[in-house]
């Protein structure tokens, strides 16, 4: 079964839009943690957030912004005023305590900035 | 400081022939990860290191495919009798510590593009 959703695969919106990127997770374990990574065409995964299940506090840092709801199962990303520099593919990812280190990485969302 | 890299980059070999995929990860880092992905598709686990030992390589596909990390820092991964289905990007990450219970942020390299013909 597949840990992590991320059912847009592709978005595009015009420069200076406000953008949010869909993460549905799926875990028994009580201890988890909640990722979200950027690739831009480089190809280098990029570290952007790592949240764990017990803080559900939602997280600003800069344009971009966190909404972690474990009600819905749900660690969703905003990027607002995008800017053509945010053009990249989104992966969201966990990791369980109980599995150890292994990160289960969802499909991806491919984003495009047009200016 | 220096981040994690992979070498080579790019990889073409036939089908039938052996390869090694390198990653040198970032100094002090004792956790080491490989992960191959596919065209479209999200990172897959593959193997998991803390310090020589491999302390997971539940994600390795079959027995063609090996992973060594003989003095806790640079991991080789093996892949013998490569097949066509093999070719994907083999991404190898570094976090600070591993062990269960909390994971630690994984830093990943650019990767190596395997293609086999």
């Known amino acids: 079964a597949q840990k992590v959703t991320q059912a847009q695969t592709e978005i595009s919106v015009v420069e200076k839009e406000d953008v949010t990127l869909d993460c549905v997770y799926e875990t028994r374990d009580t201890t988890y943690y909640l990722f979200w990574y950027k690739q831009p065409p480089s190809g280098e995964l990029v570290f952007l957030i790592r949240?764990?299940?017990?803080?559900?506090q939602n997280e600003i840092s800069g344009r971009y912004s966190w909404n972690f709801q474990k009600s819905t199962s749900s660690f969703n990303f905003t990027i607002t005023a995008s800017q053509v520099v945010d053009s990249a593919v989104y992966f969201c990812a966990l990791s369980e305590a109980i599995t150890g280190n292994q990160f289960y990485f969802g499909t991806g969302t491919s984003l495009t900035v047009i200016p | 400081g220096a981040g994690v890299s992979q070498t080579p980059s790019n990889k073409v070999t036939e089908k039938g022939k052996y390869v090694e995929l390198r990653c040198d990860p970032i100094s002090g880092h004792t956790a080491l990860y490989w992960y191959r992905q596919s065209l479209g598709q999200g990172p897959e686990f593959l193997i998991y290191f803390q310090g020589t030992g491999a302390a997971d390589d539940s994600g390795l596909p079959n027995d063609r495919f090996f992973a060594v990390r003989p003095e806790g820092s640079v991991s080789t991964l093996k892949i013998q009798r490569t097949e066509r289905g093999d070719s994907a990007v083999y991404l190898c990450a570094s976090s600070l510590f591993g062990g269960g219970g909390a994971p630690d942020t994984q830093y990943f390299g650019p990767g190596t593009r395997l293609t086999v013909l």
């Open positions: 949240r764990n299940s017990f803080d559900e």
